[in-house]
């Protein structure tokens, strides 16, 4: 367990909330990938907080891309991407340090870290470290594009309500008075062809990769592909998809399985669903305990927060399953078929 | 993605239905452990086919050591563990090569795989794979248990009933007449000290590093830790769970996190539940393709097959879960609380 | 560290001397390629104790597959492979159980393992492990020869003596009355093209997964690569590779580099050298101690070793190092090029 | 291949030398170690050109940390260090573009990145790197010290000249005009415990992490542990080293070993030499091609080199030396009688 994910392309993540900076380095991105700054900017943008809808708490959070793009392409190099914490207001978060907050990381960073994790605004378990999650996902998503593999995740439901309007999310976040919602998101990719996974596939194929990362995501407590848990309430043969041909191809004629047998895709859309806890930083009245003298103490978190972080993490769920994808084809003996550059050349 | 997974604890499972022997090499376990033969062996038992609620095939499933192991205990080299495969009946598959049938791996291994893939009975992927996966996670659960530590997995629901009864799960079984149905196992996983997670822990934690194992299991299609995919449609308020004191110990009042904060235990139950899809081998007639002509056919599929694995699937669920809990011990900064061994000596 | 290696393509191996088996479980092998068995026992052969100038043991040494390969091809599942231990004399070993041998891991397993260790014959050390990595490498050799990649590893020197001939070696190891020598093996590659290194390459290039794999090699003491250590006592004029066009292809004049600049293949024969210490394992008596009464002994090592390893190493080499190539290609950007298997295709 | 290594601590490495800044994440320090500041600066200040004997290029390499550091003490978070690339002359470098240097990496990273890597300053694969290297191993260094672990590099020979006085190595420089020395340098570690290796060990020890690593290093050609090659032209009774017993602890009278045995420590210290090549940049003229039009033709390489880096690559040795020994411990069953930080509790 660490903050580093992948395999031939690796990704480590680092930064606190309150600290100096969070940021990304990606390694083994594909040479000569033109990287589209303003498209960069618009994806992150999704996940920034400052909307009606979501926290109030404003954040610049423009990527400074430190090594890895050169005259708008990337070289092959590691990508070190750095996003600056200028919006820290870490007094908030003082007078509780030792009164850890339900739902979060408080409690067990500090058994773990011996008390030295710098915890401020969630520390490196914060909410903020999707931010460098989204510009590296960022990239890969645009590398993915041009190779026709389009990944998209929207909302299922929020707080319970499903078919959700936006008119209704703010009916219900303005009704939520202190408290928090959840919700579950449900991400495709679409374009990517039948018989792929990473080397030569196995036991551990792509849904093992694809939670692990996801899993990764702060708030995430479910992963389900295709029909998922509902599947294991159908029969076999309500369940099963068959096998058709459409257009000259196989596909099949439902999509129970989410694009996925064997760990290994179809050709049909990989779907998956993620599931958020509401979040956990409510300004309701909580129970908790004082670490030092072990006394029950009333909990009252201040601070802005976003009482439904389901809106913004929908990029981050793109972002996450981005960079996996691009790291399966990368690993893929079938990477060649996607574009990938190739100059190797024999004497 | 391979078929290789642990960190500090590797295990490499090989093998396919019906070829020599299917096994697994566990590289990586702590030396001077003894293993109980008997215990192993009634483990095994849990997961072998031939009651009468699953299918009828009889494997007598004896795992036989190669290595690692020397009068009764681990020698710290690794363990290569081999079951052979001798009751097998290829001629059931053999006709259906070209017709992959629906929710299997036929369809994915031949293209990734060029048609070079040995599918018959369902070939690496096949459901048999998992008696190594026992073979391996039970000496796990030994040492672990050693350890104080309890895992156990529990059927939650069959067929979309719940609380069920082995009398109702006889009666449904009985009643598919060639249909299957699939299940939820909650597993958990009690003696976790607060503080766990493997290395310095990060952003991927215990949760990533579990749900890409289980999802290794053969017909997992989600997974969801302590409330999931139901905390999702909570209030804040309902799903944080209160910090309190109970018998001197910090504690949670109640349990909607699993176990793990940030990816890190709390020293609650670690729980979390896996979805199996109904069992894609059905004896109903199903529509597929042949493969070579692209033309419609309907498929039926002969041979024993288990109307339903779930069954069978909680042993499975405990091994994995041990082998990753241990290998997250064996990375972590705490082991040596655990009584692992430790002999190493300044002059 | 453990006794797996690579990245896409994954060897783990198993087994100690005097335990039931050894052997080795390759994941990740490219599926459809043929295996000449011959070809495989001939290059085992090469290996195998038995001829006159070495060790008077007798292994069968026959490479047994348990799974990966049906009907002649690997079929893309993990291969695993096993070689029993039929010819095993453990009394020799049992009366200096407390006494460490010198230049033998005895003392650092007992240690490491807490006396648990099964040292039997160099147990998990034992050179007769060498044996898998050979079966396994045997079948790398194979993939790369099919591609125009030839390894081929010969005897630089033994026993400090250079340009030597069998009737030298002959005459050298006759002489050795009990005593033992090491050598140097010099191991080519030709037939990479320029630009190679797995992945998008980085500061830990071909030189770092070489290397990492040649020491794990029983009795490797050092590594070099072109003109290695020779070639830090020149000067950059003359240890420097101008770049010429030859039949219309880029390369160099001279080859101190071998073949490697950046960690990256330049297309010239990839050439290093692993330097053996002599073997431990003498006739003559040595000083060692008691590590249980801690008292000075008298150690003489009965039983039949080999008084110079260096001839049988050489196909060693050459499998490790076809694995690694192998490794390096399957996780390269370029291996399209070589005619791997891609059967991927898009609906 | 990458610029990621380690297991439990990863260090990712990145930046270009004409980039906007260098830098590393370190993932997976242990908690709670203080950071000396100074003591840092003057571990990097040896590895700083600017001195008489070096290039005259001035850098200042202030390392900037952005995350993992609070308060003077490691957080267990990712350790993020920045250092900015602020005296660039890329002209000096333009008008040879399509030119290879001899002995640098310009045409293998051509021809692997399609003409896409930055290779301005030598790019990625800069010595420059060697200094977020020393960062990351600084600290590593400061944690290993505090915990009785002394590291120390020293230069054996420059130029093929070995004990070599400061003077003659500056009468060696001033002698060079415009050629360029190589050189050896050895390394040990001294305080380490016998029985060390990471994990269970296995047959890649430390000799394999250690050597992975150390060819990382920009230049380096030649690994070799204890006797090396030497040793490879010895007989087994004058290679073989006798255990004594000494103050009542088990040690070996002579150190041919390096301090490694089956790739784990003997308590003895741990003792190897890299070979050096000598620096590619040399002010003669040299042959090469021009990669466009394929012509022959004389380079002249302008611009402020080294004309031996071996005085500064002693701290790197040191410093990857460090990353990778807290590493081993780290992931080692031992690691608590170190002192690491562990805080996990029972409830």
């Given at each position: 367990?660490?903050?580093?994910?992948?395999?031939?392309?690796?990704?480590?993540?680092?930064?606190e909330s309150h600290g100096?900076?969070?940021?990304?380095?990606?390694?083994?991105?594909?040479?000569?990938?033109?990287?589209?700054?303003?498209?960069?900017?618009?994806?992150?943008?999704?996940?920034?907080?400052?909307?009606?809808?979501?926290?109030?708490?404003?954040?610049?959070?423009?990527?400074?891309?430190?090594?890895?793009?050169?005259?708008?392409?990337?070289?092959?190099?590691?990508?070190?991407?750095?996003?600056?914490n200028?919006n820290v207001r870490s007094e908030d978060y003082k007078k509780i340090n030792?009164?850890?907050?339900?739902?979060?990381?408080?409690?067990?960073?500090?058994?773990?870290?011996?008390?030295?994790?710098d915890m401020r605004g969630?520390g490196?378990?914060?909410?903020?470290?999707?931010?460098?999650?989204?510009?590296?996902?960022?990239?890969?998503?645009?590398?993915?594009?041009?190779?026709?593999?389009?990944?998209?995740?929207?909302?299922?439901?929020?707080?319970?309500?499903?078919?959700?309007?936006?008119?209704?999310?703010?009916?219900?976040?303005?009704?939520?008075?202190?408290?928090?919602?959840?919700?579950?998101?449900?991400?495709?990719?679409?374009?990517?062809?039948?018989?792929?996974?990473?080397?030569?596939?196995?036991?551990?194929?792509?849904?093992?990769?694809?939670?692990?990362?996801?899993?990764?995501?702060?708030?995430?407590?479910?992963?389900?592909?295709?029909?998922?848990?509902?599947?294991?309430?159908?029969?076999?043969?309500?369940?099963?998809?068959?096998?058709?041909?459409?257009?000259?191809?196989?596909?099949?004629?439902?999509?129970?399985?989410?694009?996925?047998?064997?760990?290994?895709?179809?050709?049909?859309?990989?779907?998956?669903?993620?599931?958020?806890?509401?979040?956990?930083?409510?300004?309701?009245?909580?129970?908790?305990?004082?670490?030092?003298?072990?006394?029950?103490?009333?909990?009252?978190?201040?601070g802005?927060?976003?009482?439904?972080?389901?809106?913004?993490?929908?990029?981050?769920?793109?972002?996450?399953?981005?960079?996996?994808?691009?790291?399966?084809?990368?690993?893929?003996?079938?990477?060649?078929?996607?574009?990938?550059?190739?100059?190797?050349?024999?004497?």
């Amino acid at each position: 367990m660490s903050s580093v994910f992948g395999n031939n392309i690796k990704v480590s993540i680092f930064g606190e909330s309150h600290g100096t900076a969070i940021g990304a380095v990606i390694d083994g991105l594909p040479a000569g990938e033109e990287i589209d700054g303003d498209e960069l900017a618009a994806f992150m943008a999704r996940r920034a907080p400052g909307n009606a809808l979501t926290t109030p708490r404003k954040e610049s959070d423009t990527p400074e891309f430190m090594s890895g793009i050169y005259k708008g392409k990337t070289t092959g190099a590691p990508v070190c991407v750095i996003i600056g914490n200028t919006n820290v207001r870490s007094e908030d978060y003082k007078k509780i340090n030792n009164i850890p907050r339900p739902g979060h990381a408080d409690y067990t960073a500090r058994i773990k870290y011996s008390g030295n994790a710098d915890m401020r605004g969630g520390g490196h378990f914060s909410g903020r470290l999707t931010a460098p999650l989204c510009a590296a996902g960022g990239i890969a998503l645009q590398v993915l594009k041009r190779r026709g593999i389009i990944i998209n995740a929207h909302i299922v439901s929020i707080g319970g309500l499903e078919n959700i309007t936006e008119e209704n999310v703010k009916k219900l976040i303005e009704s939520l008075d202190g408290d928090s919602v959840g919700g579950i998101i449900e991400c495709s990719a679409v374009g990517l062809p039948a018989g792929l996974s990473a080397g030569a596939g196995g036991i551990f194929g792509l849904e093992s990769a694809l939670s692990a990362a996801i899993f990764g995501i702060p708030a995430v407590k479910g992963v389900e592909f295709g029909s998922g848990f509902e599947g294991s309430r159908k029969k076999g043969s309500e369940n099963n998809d068959a096998f058709v041909i459409k257009d000259g191809s196989v596909v099949t004629a439902t999509n129970n399985h989410g694009g996925l047998l064997g760990g290994i895709t179809t050709g049909m859309p990989l779907v998956f669903r993620a599931a958020f806890k509401p979040t956990p930083s409510i300004a309701l009245e909580q129970d908790s305990i004082d670490l030092v003298t072990l006394e029950s103490v009333k909990l009252k978190i201040e601070g802005r927060h976003d009482p439904c972080i389901v809106m913004r993490a929908a990029p981050v769920v793109e972002a996450v399953t981005a960079l996996v994808l691009l790291d399966t084809m990368h690993g893929s003996p079938e990477r060649k078929q996607y574009g990938f550059t190739t100059n190797q050349k024999r004497n």
